[in-house]
């Protein structure tokens, strides 16, 4: 089955600092999807981005399809950031999501 | 309005107990999905639904057993539990089963089996 990677594994921001989160994947897929996990364990939908670049306030998403990675920007920390960030991706044909071990970010006030 | 909701949000039962988890989506969407994530929060596919029908099952014990009386509903019974299948289910919809389209996760369900 398909591999996705993220990096890194764990991230300390201070409050107001910009990150970068990366996933890598093995193979072409036709569906690429970001979520944030918060403390109490609700996925929320951050961006449907199989290719392309997206914005969503502080937030702002790069899918290279191509050279099969996605990057997701976060802005200005805040501690409501906190959590683990997902990457999911899916294949033509596949029928599932294949998820990414995620990234656990703490912001730190 | 909920998109996909689920119930309970919390289970805890015994060893040896059968449970069902309840799933509803009101998005209109043509199929569904179901997922485990494990004490490490890896999150891993178990069945996809799509128009009630039953399209992977991904080498999930046969304890497990998905029913989906209508497009909007996909529940899961579990027989004879295991401390083993303490996790957090996850239900989701998407539009159809092509892959091109988003998928909208569910609250959770957090099982606990001691």
């Known amino acids: 089955g398909i591999q996705v990677e993220q990096s890194p594994p764990d991230l300390i921001l201070q409050e107001g600092a910009n990150s970068t989160l990366r996933c890598n994947f093995s193979d072409s897929v036709n569906n690429l999807q970001w979520f944030h996990q918060n403390p109490w364990g609700q996925l929320i939908n951050l961006f449907y981005i199989p290719s392309g670049t997206k914005q969503n306030g502080r937030l702002s998403a790069t899918t290279v399809a191509t050279e099969r990675y996605s990057l997701l920007y976060i802005s200005s920390s805040q501690t409501t950031d906190s959590g683990v960030y997902f990457c999911?991706?899916?294949?033509?044909?596949?029928?599932?999501?294949?998820f990414g071990a995620g990234t656990t970010v703490t912001v730190r006030a | 309005d909920t998109a996909v909701s689920q119930t309970p949000k919390y289970l805890v039962t015994q060893m040896g107990n059968d449970k069902s988890i309840k799933c509803e989506q009101n998005?209109?969407?043509?199929?569904m999905y179901w997922y485990k994530q494990d004490s490490k929060k890896f999150l891993k596919i178990m069945f996809s639904?799509?128009?009630?029908?039953?399209?992977i099952n991904e080498t999930v014990p046969n304890r497990f057993s998905p029913k989906s009386p209508d497009k909007a509903h996909l529940n899961l019974h579990i027989n004879s539990l295991e401390l083993g299948d303490s996790a957090v289910y996850f239900c989701?919809?998407?539009?159809?089963?092509?892959?091109?389209?988003?998928?909208?996760f569910g609250p959770g369900t957090r099982l606990t089996v001691t």
């Open positions: 639904y799509n128009n009630k029908e039953l399209i």
């Open positions: 999911a991706v899916e294949q033509p044909n596949d029928y599932k999501l294949s």
């Open positions: 989701a919809s998407s539009q159809d089963e092509t892959g091109t389209y988003e998928q909208y």
């Open positions: 998005l209109g969407h043509d199929t």
